[in-house]
């Protein structure tokens, strides 16, 4: 297929494709599926090999949050029954890291609910980095605050964080749909405070709140513009109790596809499969480790994931290896750059990606679904579409996080 070579050789050379070329990803039909995804998996070799990074999620506050997007359990007049919680303990939340850890997570990731940090919050932060760092010197950890306030990066970065998580989400066009409360350039903003601060950035997206393909084309693009190490891909989680709660709009196939999208525009950077993985990839996980070489351990902010133990599992039967706390998680070249541009890039690996504070990985909700464009085939014709019909709602899938941080249960990690 014409369209696969030129994008793995693309993909090989790190040139950007066009955007035709990231929608015609997207039309792809089931036939073409496993072509794409091996075509998506040799870009992914070339830069990562066969690691995998693991990243751990440890929700530092949970719930009661002021802003209302749409797609998140946490939000303002969420009904969705989620762990509810006020800031952990540096003690508490060192404690569920180390589980993370001992786990095989390189990265933790730290978050919290809110529209973004207060001063006195960020020294809270600080204290728990400190806590972790203390027991763990290797460990990366990326802090999930919120929107950031002049200077809250630079105090971060001063406190130990290696990187900061931003998503942007959505597209620009449509991020007014889903949130109300603060705008995409406030997220841009913060993304971008936190580059200057010299932390590695992290941004992602959530597929699935029934946007179209330019939609996803359109925050991809605009991911890859912000330069940012690291892309968790999202899949929304329809919780019961927001208003996304109906939106089931994701099949297996649409999100390797989704997958293989941003892995061919952004071809060097840490792609990490985000929330709604096993609820949406189902059986399909292991294929998505052919395009991304991240994902998270365990469970997720309020929702929780398959068994850490499954998820080595998977990894170790795909033929894929768990990357060590040594390994560099970047491209040689892209650690080059940020060291010459004073960023911190990743230490000793990647870069980051959780959700929460501003991010998905555990609760996500409703905005006016974009009229999704109907998927053409290479030659022209219409092809079924390829998304599940709204009514086969699996809400049985989602599985409230009732362990780990925030109770009295151990971690699954
Ligand atoms: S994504 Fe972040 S800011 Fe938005 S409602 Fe959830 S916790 Fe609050």
């Known amino acids: 297929m014409d369209l696969l070579d030129t994008l793995t050789a693309k993909g090989l050379r790190r040139e950007i494709p066009t955007r035709e070329e990231a ?15 091996a075509a998506a998996g040799r870009v992914r070799r070339q830069w990562f090999g066969r690691r995998v990074k693991l990243n751990y999620l440890v929700n530092l506050k949970s719930g009661l949050c002021p802003e209302d997007c749409s797609y998140c359990s946490q939000r303002l007049g969420s009904k969705a029954e989620i762990l509810k919680y006020t800031w ?12 993370g850890l001992a786990g095989g997570a390189k990265r933790v990731c730290l978050v919290a609910s809110g529209r973004g940090p207060t001063d006195r919050d960020i020294d809270r932060v600080a204290d728990t980095i400190a ?26 970065k001063a406190a130990g964080a290696d990187a900061y998580n931003h998503n942007l989400n959505t597209s620009e066009g449509t991020y007014g749909d889903i949130t109300t409360t603060h705008t995409y ?11 200057g601060a010299g932390l590695s950035a992290c941004s992602g997206l959530i597929a699935g709140m029934g946007e179209s393909d330019e939609d996803l084309v359109d925050v991809v693009f605009a991911l890859r513009e912000l330069d940012s190490d690291s892309v968790p891909v999202n899949f929304l989680i329809p919780f ?8 089931w709009n994701l099949t297996p196939q649409r999100c390797l596809r989704i997958l293989a999208m941003v892995r061919f525009v952004c071809p060097d950077v840490e792609v990490r499969i ?11 996980q292991p294929l998505g480790l052919h395009i991304a070489n991240s994902i998270f351990l365990g469970d997720y902010l309020t929702s929780e994931g398959q068994a850490g133990q499954a998820d080595l599992d998977m990894i170790a039967d795909a033929g894929f290896e768990v990357e060590g706390a040594g390994q560099v998680t970047l491209p040689r070249h892209r650690v080059d750059a ?14 980051c990606g959780s959700g929460g504070g501003c991010g998905p990985c555990g609760g996500h909700g409703e905005a006016a679904p974009a009229a999704g464009s109907a998927p053409v085939a290479a030659d022209g014709q219409d092809i079924a579409p390829d998304s599940a019909p709204n009514d086969e709602l699996r809400s049985d899938l989602v599985r409230v996080r009732r362990r780990g941080a925030g109770t009295e249960l151990a971690p699954n990690a």
């Open 23 to 37: 929608l015609a990803v997207l039309a792809t039909t089931d036939d073409e599926l496993l072509d794409v995804v």
């Open 88 to 99: 952990l303990k540096p003690e508490q939340a060192a404690e569920a890291a180390a589980a």
């Open 131 to 156: 806590a972790i760092k203390d027991a763990n010197e290797a460990v990366e950890v990326c802090a999930c605050l919120g929107l950031l306030s002049d200077n809250q990066a630079e105090r971060l």
């Open 185 to 195: 350039a406030d997220r841009v903003d913060t993304v971008n405070k936190a580059h």
């Open 240 to 247: 019961e109790g927001t208003p996304l709660a109906k939106e």
């Open 274 to 284: 985000a929330g709604g993985r096993e609820v949406h990839l189902r059986s399909m």
């Open 338 to 351: 940020a060291e010459a541009a004073g960023h911190a890039c990743a230490p000793a690996g990647g870069a």
